[in-house]
Each structure stands twice: as C-alpha cells, then as structure tokens.
C-alpha cells in the first residue's frame, strides 16, 4: 500500500486561508469516509483536527475543515495562526484493515 | 485521563529481536482497538500494525509483515510489538495508539528502537 502524496509543504500570510490537499486512490480515500487529520508541532505528539474526513473532535478550532472529492481529501485552514505552524498528516483506511498515511505536509506561517 | 506508556526500546544490531511494551490506563483497554505507528527520525508517520480489542484479528504494514508481531494482554492493560530480523530502515521512534472510530485518538510518547552495527 503506498503512502498518500500530499505537498512537502504549504505557506500562507496570517489571516489567510491555506488547503492542504491528500491524495490517494479509489481502494483508500475514495473508498472510505474515514479520512483523519493530524497536526504534529515540533517535539510533540500527533493530534486528531479532523475524523471521519469532515468531523471535528471536541476542542479543536473551528478554523480547521475537511472535505473530501474523489480520491482527495483536503484539510483548510482558515485564518492561518502563528501557531497553526506544524505538520500536517493524512490518514485513510484501506481495505484489508490497513491504514496508510500521507507523506506530510509542512505548513509554515509568513 | 487516557495515558499510553511504551518501553523496551534500545539499540540492537541489525537482525537482531527487540520486543516493545505498552501499558495503557485511563480507558477500557480491553475494548479498543490499538495500533503501533512508527517515526523515523525526521521523517513522517508509518502505521506499523494493529489488532481486535480480543487480539485475535491482527494486521500489518507490508514492510514489517513477517518479522513484527502484535499481541495484547488485557488482562494487564499491555500491548505489545515483538520485532525480530530487525533492519537499519526500522529505526524510529514507536508508538502505542488507541484507536477510536477509524481514527488514532491517543498516542503515547513513543520508544525510540536504534538499528544499527
């Protein structure tokens, strides 16, 4: 199963609205409703911002969204934040029970 | 509170076996699912393996498949990752998750394994 391809990296001016765009194929992300997300600052643990390829877990801000269209899953930023500085992960189920991950996206704040 | 502890980690020569611990807390760990996923240095997230809340469904990610193992004890709340046949590519930083609706909800803080002579 190969890794789903996302953009090495993203950048965007504060208050700007950044997508980070995950793409796999019609066995795992075009399969599946159950694309995640995950934002991983330096030195720490991953973090769930997106399940279920549009669902939000409690706590996570409302500037973060996904969709998804075909084989593509998209994560936005809305009102990109100093802090939103990290990286960015995919997620998608496959079949079989596998998972498979996006090759990460650096998002750099300007 | 959740909380995900791994050990067992170290160096270990090339081929050589390695057997990774989880204790969990906080939850009913005997009905989650739970994955390994692992971090190279520097590099990104692979999903390494998984198994049913009984243990006894359990799958891998085709380049550890037949030299890692997954098991689980609940009655001791532990997970675990038996490694064998070890390479320098499996060098990373492990962790333990828990699995909530086909998504990864809580990670530990991982156990670095080292390959190399």
């Known amino acids: 199963q190969s890794a789903l391809t996302q953009p090495a990296s993203v950048s965007g001016s504060p208050g700007q609205s950044i997508t980070i765009f995950c793409t796999g194929t019609s066995s795992d992300v075009g399969a599946y409703d159950y694309v995640s997300w995950y934002q991983q600052h330096p030195g720490k643990l991953p973090k769930v911002i997106i399940s279920a390829v549009v669902n939000r877990p409690s706590g996570v801000s409302p500037r973060f969204s996904g969709s998804k269209s075909g084989n593509t899953a998209s994560l936005t930023i809305s009102g990109l934040q100093p802090e939103d500085e990290a990286d960015y992960y995919c997620l998608s189920h496959t079949p079989g029970h596998i998972w498979v991950f996006g090759g990460g996206t650096k998002v750099t704040v300007l | 509170e959740v909380q995900l502890l791994e050990s067992g980690g170290g160096l270990v020569e090339p081929g050589g076996s390695l057997r990774l611990s989880c204790v969990a807390s906080?939850?009913?760990?005997?009905?989650?699912?739970m994955s390994w996923v692992r971090q190279a240095p520097g590099k990104g997230l692979e999903w390494v393996s998984k198994l049913t809340p009984s243990g006894d469904l359990t799958w891998s990610a085709g380049s550890v498949r037949g030299r890692f193992s997954i098991s689980r004890d609940n009655s001791k709340n532990t997970l675990y990752l038996q490694m064998y046949n070890l390479r320098p590519e499996d060098t990373a930083l492990y962790h333990c998750?828990?699995?909530?609706?086909?998504?990864?909800?809580?990670w530990g803080p991982g156990a670095l394994v080292t390959v190399s002579s």
């Open positions: 998750v828990r699995e909530g609706f086909y998504f990864f909800e809580n």
């Open positions: 906080g939850f009913g760990f005997s009905g989650n699912v």
